[in-house]
């Protein structure tokens, strides 16, 4: 798609002293850093490991915000993308951190950074990216805990295989969810075929008498007695016309039976099997140990959300009722055996336990019958919504493999690859349509943490991190170079609201590192749908306080943004008229992949724009064109449009009202 470059016309001022501009106020390497973002939004964990350790929502492509940062670069000699370092002397602030990609991408660049966010999350996985320890020491401290969780649960996670007898560590175990109409109950799965393996066979369950097939070769006979019919889960309603549902007055670890387990056998490799009495005792000796377990059930109270809401209509109103006992009981265990280890290591460790819990709730579903993903996990959030599996998958936390969901596997493909990248960046390089590597000299993803933003003011690297809403932020005037950051997206409050997923069980992990007190209610988010206005009054507190710590003319607010939603563009542009900013330029770049669960076949945007703006008393002004219509036809020209539109507005004496108005009369209905 062709490249527009923004329509406007320049006025310019001599009253003040002519000063020097940044070179992304007049030019951006769009062609480039779009070759990049496309590439990096499918997979955007593997090109920057250390700054996806534990979920968060709507990152936006590293590779976009280095490349922002590198046009803040004043040494014209280290502007170029591959170059190392730049930002040395400078202080870029991100009020709404999110993820941390602006931290993570200034910090390489030698910048002091400052990190805001009203979420403890945020602040937590910062801190455990960004501090440095020694490699050995990390490993080692991580080997020590996984052992010990291993001494004390292992029992729980014992299964035998059905060919030799021999009891293995368990790797999966399957249920089927309860169901009832009118004249029965039943267990419904997502499939009878629970593997397609590459010579065409499939392993199998029969219906009728829960045995499992290897194709018409018996595997496990069931060996007790299921009264209760087996469906899967097209089968909506029941031949007597009354339609299935699930019991919500049960918990809902209670609604799923065990199907059948799955381990790994030294001789016979993967087995299916059907659960056999110990089996079942194990299930309920952990069910018996449930209620010695001494969490308080107050402290995971689920709060009504936009995205929890599903949960109390399913009749769940706590967290631990999404949990096995046997997950709860992994739990327990590793909040009191992290409590051994100094503050550094005890922080990363509840990170990794933290991230392994989306692979160890009943909200986790299995895709191991599909023919290319065999044995795999579908974790809590692949579809950024909580979803309720037919077939729920129990994985074992302790499994001495690093497979899917394992802490094995989150520790070392996720920290330890991660910290690896960190102390040696590399950049993708597109040449002829071949993707590349590029090692960046002098660079680190690390930084040292200070609690004072005056330490800032020398040295590099250096980090801060505030808790709290930004609409008041406890820094001087004048004091940071640029803000670069990426609101959130108006009337999406998905991310703290699934994030309470997390956050219950970091509170029990980390009781004292931050503060948990944390409400939605200081959020910049829409969170009526009709619109109350929070996001603006919010955003407008935000950005004027980001123009109070910018420290002259030539310091920018330069932030990513899109949505099709006329009243979000609104709210966005009243917010800036309020904080006394102008739009200087801005830029459409690619964000998304349209084949992202999230947002497959839902007309979503793929496109950002880069806004960057300065302050009203800059020496110069553009004076935008008005679009005549906003055509929601492609997502590219309508982020161009809005960006015209928005400039515009900036430099109108338009009321409020009117700007709401205009809005609304401009994007195509």
């Known amino acids: 798609m062709e490249i527009k470059e923004p329509e406007y016309q320049l006025e310019l001022s001599f009253e003040n002293e002519p000063i020097e501009y940044n070179l992304i106020d007049e030019d951006f390497d769009i062609d480039f850093a779009n070759s990049l973002a496309k590439i990096e939004s499918f997979n955007k964990h593997l090109y920057r490991p250390n700054t996806y350790l534990h979920k968060w929502w709507a990152r936006r492509c590293g590779t976009t915000f280095r490349a922002i940062l590198k046009h803040l670069v004043r040494d014209k000699t280290k502007n170029d993308y591959y170059s190392g370092g730049g ?47 020694p490699l050995k020491t990390l490993e080692n401290a991580f080997t020590d805990f996984f052992n010990e969780l291993r001494s004390q649960i292992g029992h729980y996670y014992r299964v035998e295989c059905p060919i030799c007898e021999k009891s293995f560590e368990l790797k999966f175990a399957l249920y089927g969810v309860k169901k009832r109409c009118g004249c029965q109950e039943a267990i419904f799965i997502d499939n009878y075929i629970f593997r397609y393996n590459s010579d065409g066979s499939k392993i199998r369950i029969c219906p009728e008498t829960y045995n499992i097939f290897h194709d018409n070769h018996l595997l496990s006979r069931s060996n007790y007695k299921h009264s209760l019919p087996l469906y899967e889960k097209n089968k909506k309603i029941c031949s007597c016309g009354n339609k299935f549902a699930e019991d919500l007055s049960l918990p809902y670890f209670k609604r799923y039976v065990p199907i059948v387990f799955i381990g790994e056998c030294f001789e ?35 709060i009504p959300g936009p995205k ?30 992290i409590k051994k280890y100094e503050h550094t290591i005890s922080l990363k460790l509840a990170m990794v336990v933290s991230a392994s819990i989306e692979f160890n709730s009943l909200l986790c579903g299995y895709k191991g019958a599909a023919k290319n993903r065999p044995g795999a996990i579908r974790h809590t959030f692949s579809h950024h ?19 899917s969901g394992t802490l094995q596997n989150i520790f070392y493909n996720r920290f330890i690859r991660g910290y ?17 590597k590029i090692p960046i000299a002098g660079e680190v993803d690390l930084g040292k943490e200070y ?32 803000v670069v950051t990426d609101p959130p997206y108006f009337d999406s409050v998905q991310y703290s609201d699934l994030a309470a997923f997390f956050r219950v069980w970091l509170r029990q992990l980390l009781p004292g590192e931050v503060n948990w007190d944390y409400s939605l209610d200081a959020a910049a988010v829409e969170q009526n749908s009709n619109g109350n206005g929070q996001y603006e009054t919010v955003l407008s507190k935000i950005f004027i306080e980001c123009n109070r710590i910018l420290k002259n003319d030539r310091s920018r607010l330069i932030f990513t943004f899109h949505h099709w ?92 009202q009117k700007i709401k108005h205009i809005w609304r009369d401009k994007i195509e209905k």
């Open 451 to 482: 609690r004072k933003i005056e330490k800032l003011n020398s040295g590099e690297r250096r980090y801060l991190l505030i808790q709290g809403s930004s609409s008041k932020l406890n820094i001087p005037n004048k004091s940071v170079d640029h």
């Open 565 to 656: 939603n006329p009243k979000g563009w609104a709210e966005l542009t009243i917010a800036l008229k309020k904080s006394g900013f102008l739009l200087i330029n801005y830029y459409v770049i690619h964000s998304e992949n349209q084949s992202s669960v999230h947002i497959i076949n839902q007309n979503a945007l793929v496109h950002d724009l880069i806004l960057v703006l300065g302050k009203k008393k800059l020496s110069y002004k553009k004076y935008w064109k008005q679009p005549d219509i906003i055509s929601k036809s492609d997502s590219y020209d309508f982020c161009y449009q809005c960006g015209l539109l928005l400039g515009y507005i900036l430099n109108s004496n338009l009321t409020k």
């Open 420 to 436: 690896k990248w960190a102390i040696k960046p590399v950049e993708r390089s597109i040449k002829n349509k071949i993707t590349g």
């Open 268 to 302: 016979h490799g993967i087995f299916f099997t059907s659960p056999d009495k110990s089996d079942l005792d194990l299930i309920s000796y952990a069910d018996e140990k449930r209620g010695e377990l001494k969490f308080d059930e107050n402290d995971f109270d689920i």
């Open 87 to 133: 930002l040395e002397g400078q202080i870029i602030c991100d009020p709404m951190m999110g993820g941390g990609t602006t931290l993570h991408e200034a910090i390489r660049l030698g910048a002091n950074v400052i990190g805001a966010d009203i979420d403890p999350i945020p602040i937590l996985q910062a801190r455990a990216a960004l501090t440095e320890s």
């Open 308 to 337: 929890s809401s599903d949960l109390h209509k399913r009749g769940i109103k706590n967290y631990l009722d999404l949990f096995t006992s046997r997950q709860l009981i992994y739990l327990r265990k590793a909040i009191d055996t």
């Open 385 to 403: 919504a909580y979803s309720f599996p037919y077939t729920a998958l129990e994985n074992n936390p302790v499994y001495k493999s690093k497979s």
